[in-house]
């Protein structure tokens, strides 16, 4: 039984998403959560308000300080990550990339060794797909719009690879839809503002990509004349001609080639992989810090602040990006037994924490730390059955 309590889920998440938007949001939003959080100083657990509260739901704030897991726990995990996505969606009634849109695209992944993805979950997913269809199409080109709407349909494809492998019509309506977002250079608009999951127009581009990766034969399928097929197009020579902002872009850009290999995306896989196995800290995880300068995440003082932490700060490994890196390198289907993996893989194993995630420090706000709930999304996709979709030889560091 789920150690988080929740209820069933209500309607009309789409509309109450948009009037967030285009309301008083983002002025609170500011003023409670960013500002309270530009001091070098980590917050304490009482210092902070619960990371996700709804109704039943409660999960305690994140801190650097919560006591390590006795052992590694499959059902923790997916209790908090379940718990999380349920109250996010409740209450703020929208995707964020953060929360339930890298639940929406990790936890089909899971079925194979954790069972199928809740219902709600998909119920969730068309409820947003109905909402944003229903907007203006100059609607879905404003703020992080478009970068919504790569979550939406990477997490309906996510849905019918790992669930039905074969394609949806809803899926398929999400797909059409993101493109209506597409910008004219073949990226998606988002605005510099929460990295790293919410940090660029190429991140965005990204996980757009990852979308169509993941959707079942749905590119090879367009028919000849398909307006989508120019902007399909659009999207790959973004991605083959606009030079990687830095090595985290780049892991990402790893994990959509492994599943569309023929897009050549990636020149070749060792010369992308080399660069992971340098970046591994001594203790056999990664850090986030670590693959960016702090002016490449974004604008305003998010660098300055970055520059104030401490070298231990910088350098500490984190789930977030340890998660991600021992993830994807198994999609590309390097062997649980390559050394380095191996090693990346026992960090993880050795680092939950008594809730079922993973620590790691925000490169935003030292408030909520959401980016706990992505590094525990990896983490456990990292350590679980997880699909290889194509063989490829990777040499030992």
């Given amino acids: 039984m789920n150690r988080y309590a929740s209820k069933p889920l209500r309607n009309s998440y789409g509309a109450g998403c948009l009037e967030l938007r285009a309301g008083v949001f983002w002025l609170v939003f500011l003023l409670t959560t960013y500002l309270p959080g530009v001091s070098n100083g980590l917050l304490h657990a009482g210092e902070l308000p619960p990371q996700y509260a709804f109704e039943e739901i409660l999960i305690d704030a994140a801190t650097a300080e919560e006591p390590f897991a006795t052992q590694y726990s499959s059902e923790a995990a997916l209790d908090y990550l379940e718990a999380g996505a349920r109250a996010w969606s409740q209450d703020k009634q929208c995707i964020s990339c953060h929360t339930n849109g890298s639940y929406a695209l990790v936890r089909p992944m899971l079925s194979a060794s954790l069972g199928s993805s809740p219902e709600w979950l ?15 199409p100059e ?19 996510s849905w019918d690879r790992f669930h039905h492998q074969t394609i949806s019509a809803e899926t398929d309506r999400a797909l059409r839809l993101m493109f209506k977002a597409q910008s004219e250079d073949g990226s998606f608009l988002n605005e510099d503002c929460w990295p790293p999951l919410e940090s660029s127009h190429y991140q965005s581009a990204t996980v757009a990509a990852l979308a169509v990766a993941l959707a079942p034969a749905w590119s090879k399928d367009l028919m000849p004349g398909d307006p989508v097929t120019a902007k399909l197009d659009r999207l790959i020579q973004f991605l083959k001609n606009t030079p990687a902002p830095h090595d985290y872009a780049r892991v990402w850009l790893l994990w959509v080639d492994a599943w569309m290999p023929e897009w050549g995306l990636v020149e070749t896989n060792q010369d992308w992989v080399q660069p992971l196995w340098d970046l591994q800290n001594s203790d056999g995880g990664w850090s986030m810090r670590s693959f960016a300068d702090p002016e490449k995440w974004g604008d305003g003082s998010r660098a300055d602040r970055l520059r104030s932490e401490t070298t231990r700060q910088r350098q500490a490994s984190d789930g977030h990006m340890t998660g991600l890196v021992c993830m994807v390198l198994k999609h590309c289907a390097v062997s649980d037994n390559h050394p380095s993996l191996r090693r990346g893989l026992s960090w993880l194993e050795t680092h939950q924490r008594e809730s079922g995630r993973w620590w790691a420090r925000s490169l935003n706000t030292d408030r909520y730390h959401f980016i706990t709930y992505s590094a525990t999304a990896f983490g456990l996709a990292a350590l679980s059955e997880t699909p290889r979709n194509k063989r490829v030889q990777f040499s030992e560091p």
């Fill in 122 to 136: 998909r119920a969730f997913l068309m409820e947003e797909l109905e909402a944003y269809e229903a907007k203006q």
């Fill in 139 to 157: 609607g879905l080109r404003k703020d992080i719009v478009p970068t919504q709407l790569a979550y939406l349909a990477a997490g309906l494809a």
